[in-house]
């Protein structure tokens, strides 16, 4: 795992040195947009609404914008924030495990500590599972203040970060408010149906069938030679006549391509042909 943060938790006056590390990573197969005339791959240009021409992402600043006002931050604004340069994450207090709302929990990182000697780590560790505590903190990561719940997971201290209070809807639902009746019975029948359906849960045991799917899908199309080089897909950095080239390029992919598919179709036909004769 590669470390995309080092910090120091702190908490009163003790300093835990520590490494983040994102906890999770994302296995969806990645597909982008293309023509479907050729396979070029299509690209979005940022284009200045005012001068109409293309501009370059280091000359891209921020801007905040109201009804009838905008405010333009430059990145030396940004980076002249208090919270930017810190790097401290600071327990704001420790709460029980249970009063955490799951429907708050976001990114989860893992925390390693970052000393010669991990007694500190492991004495917060130590804590925090003898008093069923989560500590609450705040730090700052990519240019965001944010707020997040310490915990214990297995050997490790994981930080999750934590959605702000006004960033969660309330449920407001008529239906929910009518009274209802659920007979002894019913709830009986209901409670033997999920008893049918226990079990452990085991994370291993499900996959992303889609995600299968998906992947076979792809790699069927490449086995019967339905694929371009990649590099045919991209157009040059030169403009003007280049681009006509590249369009040729591809055009004559997509005809050996068809060719190849067609020649490979004649072949097991002979192929079948020479062993009924036989």
Known sequence: MRTIWKG?????????PVKV????????????QVHDADGGRIRYKRVCEICGETVAYSEIDRAYQDESQ???????????????????????EFVPSDQVDLLTLDKAYYL?????????????????????????????LRQKTRLAALRVRGDVLVLQTLLW????????????????????????????LVDGFSADFDPSAFVDEYQVELRTLIDAKIEKGEAFETEETFAPA????????LMEALRAS??????????????GVADGAARDAG
Request: glycine share 4%; charged share 35%.
């Open 112 to 140: 390693e500590p970052d000393s010669t000697s991990p007694k500190a780590y492991v004495l917060l560790r130590k804590t925090l599972e003898a008093t069923d505590r989560t500590a609450i903190v705040r730090f700052t």
């Open 165 to 192: 209070a006004d960033e969660v809807r309330e449920a407001d639902f008529p239906a929910l408010q009518e009274e209802v009746t659920v007979s002894d019975k019913e709830l009986e029948l209901s409670a033997s």
């Open 70 to 92: 905008t405010v333009v931050l430059t990145k030396d604004d940004l980076e002249s924030l208090p919270a930017e340069r810190s790097r401290e994450i600071d327990v704001v």
């Open 8 to 16: 120091s938790l702190t908490f009163g006056l003790v300093n835990v």
């Open 238 to 245: 030169e403009k003007g006549g280049e681009v006509i080239d």
């Open 254 to 267: 997509v005809e050996k391509s068809k060719a190849a598919r067609a020649e490979a179709s004649g072949k």
């Open 21 to 32: 590390y994102s906890a999770t990573e994302d296995h969806d197969v990645s597909l982008h």
